[in-house]
Structure formats: structure tokens, C-alpha cells
């Protein structure tokens, strides 16, 4: 596996990547069914981690694979003795198949991601057939070294139909002596027939002092904790992204900017969809998408049971018991959340202008405000 011509869609900006850090946290639940598996020999040739984004999908993933491929195979000690079972996923990192795995160099470890488009330089939308079936030869060659082999899907649910099929092909004809590692964010999205081949591991949302602790664990440092919690939703690696991309301030000016709905200032507005458009702007582009999603989530959630406690912004708390003052609004707010989703899955996939997506995300939330404000 070489990674080193690659740009890595796993990868938080100013963040370790997961096959770099340290420890896993919070998921010991995920940990303790994958080792009581193994060592009661019921290891599945599939598994499937589930959860939402950032909390530690990734990681598990790769915590596994290390522990797979520098398992020792050892059938006991000198008298025959049953080994005792394992009760972490640790590996040393001075192990040598962990050293390879960090070099990005282990010849039985492969990873099945979006690749670089070579016209546009950019990484696709999708996984391709192309990528999935890439993996028949890994698996021949890889078979050549002796040892269990890994491929890490990241993330499965970002395949297009084509590739999907060619994955239910692996995975109905397992290669012997593999395992296959599939990461979902919406498992939902995959094909019924790929769930049922693969056992579940489910990553949970992580408490405030479980993220303080990861984000610690980065390097990364804060002092505004509680917005962050509120806004981050349980997910360390969106707390980072939140962190290194200045997203507490957006979401701050995309509360100022909604603060005169049912209308908008139309200069403001302009101005913070300009702001994303052109290739420089990718990941602010990204980032804004995410904040009005999760804009539209909080306030249909004031709507049943309040404002929220913990503002992730000055002002918000009090927008939204104007917004969404009751369950007739918040039902407005929730499908307007699921149209604008699917209007973003849909605008990324033929490549849509992003300032002109984000004005219609707009025109949108202010249309639903007028059905909602009291005049």
C-alpha cells in the first residue's frame, strides 16, 4: 500500500490521521465484540463499523487491521497451553508490522477509498469500479507473502452502483485468510445484500470529556469547550474540523446572518456564498454546507423540546424560539433539513456552482421562516 502520491479523504486537516493516533477512545463496546470474536474463533471474514462521522470509525478500523496483521499465530506455549485471550486491540509501535502500517508501506494491507480524478487533480465524488476491482489483484499478490490480508473500505457508503456490485462479488467469495473492513457513515445507502455479508461493530457518539481527551490526545487545544460540544454532536473529528476551520465563528456569523429571518440581508448573504466558491475554497465550501445542516437540525429539535441549553453561538437560543416555537414548526424545519440534503448530495454530485447552491439553501430557509415567524 502506498499512500504517497495520494490525497487522503480520511484525513482531518491539522489533524493526526487515524492510522497515527495513539490510542482509541470511547468504544470500548466495539473493541470488546471484535476480540471476543477472535477469540472464540468466530472472526468474520466482513466487518462493518457503523456510527456517525468522527467517532473513531476510522481508528477502529485501523486498530484491527494492525492487530491482524501482527497477530503471531502462536498456538500456545511450551507445553501447549492455550494462549490467554487478548484483551486489547494495542500493538507496540515498534512491532514491524506496525511500523510498515505507519509508513504507509504493509504489502497486506490495502485501503479502497475515492481516488485522485487525473483530468482535474481533485478527489472523485465516488469509489469506482475501477478501485474495487483493484482488489483481485491485491489479493493474488498479496497471497504470495504468507498471512492474513486487509482491506479497508472508507468509506463504503461513498460507492457508486457499480462498485457496490463489484464489492458484493468479494464478499460473497471471500479470499481465504482475509478480512475485509468496511467503514459507513449511512449504512442505510449500501445495498442489503453487502450489509448482510458483513457482522456490525457500532461506534457511539462520545461524551464532552471523551472528546476533550481526543482532541488533547492531537495536539489541540480550546477554550471554547461548551459551544463546541454542543455543535460537534458527540464527534471528535468533527470538533477538530469545527476547530481548525474556525467553524464556531461561521457558525456565529450564520446565526447573525439568520437573526433578521423571515428576511435576510442580501449583501451578507452574497458575501458568505462568494466565500466558497473557486478550488482554494473546497473545504469552506464543505464546512458550510455542514453548519446549515446542522443549523436546521438544532432548530427543528427547539421546536419539540426547547431551546437548546448549550448555545454553539451567541444569540442562537433565542433565533430559534422564534423560529421553531412549537411541533407544527419544527416539523417544517425537519423536512425543509432532509430537502436542502438531498438538494446538497445531488448539487455535489453534478458538480453544482457552490455559491449558487448555498443562495438557494437561503432563499429556501427563508421561505420556510415565513411560515413559521409570527408577523
Known amino acids: 500500500?502506498?499512500?504517497?502520491?495520494?490525497?487522503?479523504?480520511?484525513?482531518?486537516?491539522?489533524?493526526?490521521?487515524?492510522?497515527?493516533?495513539?490510542?482509541?477512545?470511547?468504544?470500548?463496546?466495539?473493541?470488546?465484540?471484535?476480540?471476543?470474536?477472535?477469540?472464540?474463533?468466530?472472526?468474520?471474514?466482513?466487518?462493518?463499523?457503523?456510527?456517525?462521522?468522527?467517532?473513531?470509525?476510522?481508528?477502529?478500523?485501523?486498530?484491527?487491521?494492525?492487530?491482524?496483521?501482527?497477530?503471531?499465530?502462536?498456538?500456545g506455549g511450551f507445553f501447549g497451553e492455550t494462549p490467554p485471550a487478548p484483551t486489547s486491540l494495542d500493538v507496540s509501535p515498534d512491532a514491524p508490522d506496525a511500523r510498515l502500517i505507519a509508513a504507509g508501506a504493509h504489502p497486506r494491507l490495502t485501503v479502497l477509498r475515492r481516488a485522485v480524478n487525473k483530468d482535474t487533480g481533485k478527489l472523485r465524488a465516488q469509489i469506482t469500479v475501477d478501485e474495487v476491482r483493484k482488489l483481485k489483484g491485491f489479493f493474488e499478490m498479496s497471497a504470495a507473502d504468507g498471512g492474513r490480508r486487509v482491506a479497508i473500505v472508507d468509506a463504503a457508503d461513498e460507492m457508486n452502483v457499480n462498485a457496490a456490485n463489484a464489492l458484493l462479488k468479494v464478499l460473497e467469495e471471500p479470499p481465504v485468510d482475509a478480512t475485509l473492513i468496511l467503514i459507513a457513515h449511512q449504512p442505510s445507502r449500501l445495498l442489503p445484500?453487502?450489509?448482510?455479508?458483513?457482522?456490525?461493530?457500532?461506534?457511539?457518539t462520545l461524551p464532552p470529556e471523551t472528546i476533550a481527551a481526543a482532541l488533547d490526545q492531537a495536539g489541540i487545544t480550546t477554550n471554547e469547550a461548551p459551544a463546541l460540544g454542543a455543535?460537534?454532536?458527540?464527534?471528535?473529528?468533527?470538533?477538530?474540523?469545527?476547530?481548525?476551520?474556525?467553524?464556531?465563528?461561521?457558525y456565529g456569523d450564520l446565526i447573525k446572518l439568520f437573526t433578521g429571518l423571515p428576511r435576510v440581508d442580501r449583501t451578507i448573504a452574497l458575501k458568505l456564498a462568494d466565500s466558497a466558491a473557486g478550488v482554494r475554497n473546497v473545504n469552506?465550501?464543505?464546512?458550510?454546507?455542514?453548519?446549515?445542516?446542522?443549523?436546521?437540525?438544532?432548530?427543528?429539535?427547539?421546536?419539540?423540546?426547547?431551546?437548546?441549553?448549550?448555545?454553539?453561538?451567541?444569540?442562537?437560543?433565542?433565533?430559534?424560539?422564534?423560529?421553531?416555537?412549537?411541533?407544527?414548526?419544527?416539523?417544517?424545519?425537519?423536512?425543509?433539513?432532509?430537502?436542502?440534503?438531498?438538494?446538497?448530495?445531488?448539487?455535489?454530485?453534478?458538480?453544482?456552482?457552490?455559491?449558487?447552491?448555498?443562495?438557494?439553501?437561503?432563499?429556501?430557509?427563508?421561505?420556510?421562516?415565513?411560515?413559521?415567524?409570527?408577523?
Request: charge should be negative; charged fraction near 25%.
Open 284 to 375: 469552506r465550501y464543505d464546512m458550510i454546507l455542514d453548519l446549515f445542516d446542522a443549523f436546521l437540525v438544532r432548530t427543528a429539535r427547539a421546536g419539540l423540546i426547547g431551546p437548546p441549553e448549550t448555545q454553539a453561538a451567541s444569540g442562537e437560543a433565542q433565533l430559534m424560539a422564534r423560529l421553531a416555537p412549537h411541533d407544527a414548526a419544527a416539523r417544517h424545519w425537519a423536512q425543509l433539513q432532509q430537502d436542502l440534503s438531498d438538494r446538497v448530495r445531488h448539487g455535489r454530485a453534478v458538480n453544482l456552482d457552490p455559491a449558487a447552491l448555498i443562495l438557494d439553501m437561503i432563499f429556501k430557509i427563508e421561505e420556510t421562516a415565513r411560515r413559521t415567524v409570527a408577523n
Open 193 to 204: 445484500t453487502i450489509r448482510s455479508r458483513c457482522r456490525t461493530l457500532r461506534a457511539n
Open 231 to 250: 455543535l460537534a454532536q458527540g464527534s471528535v473529528g468533527e470538533a477538530m474540523r469545527l476547530i481548525t476551520m474556525d467553524g464556531l465563528a461561521l
Open 1 to 75: 500500500m502506498s499512500d504517497d502520491t495520494l490525497l487522503e479523504p480520511d484525513r482531518i486537516e491539522g489533524a493526526p490521521h487515524p492510522r497515527e493516533t495513539a490510542r482509541l477512545l470511547g468504544q470500548n463496546e466495539a473493541v470488546a465484540e471484535f476480540l471476543d470474536a477472535y477469540a472464540t474463533g468466530r472472526l468474520h471474514h466482513a466487518w462493518m463499523i457503523t456510527g456517525p462521522k468522527g467517532t473513531g470509525k476510522a481508528t477502529l478500523a485501523w486498530k484491527i487491521a494492525t492487530f491482524l496483521l501482527a497477530e503471531t499465530g502462536d498456538d
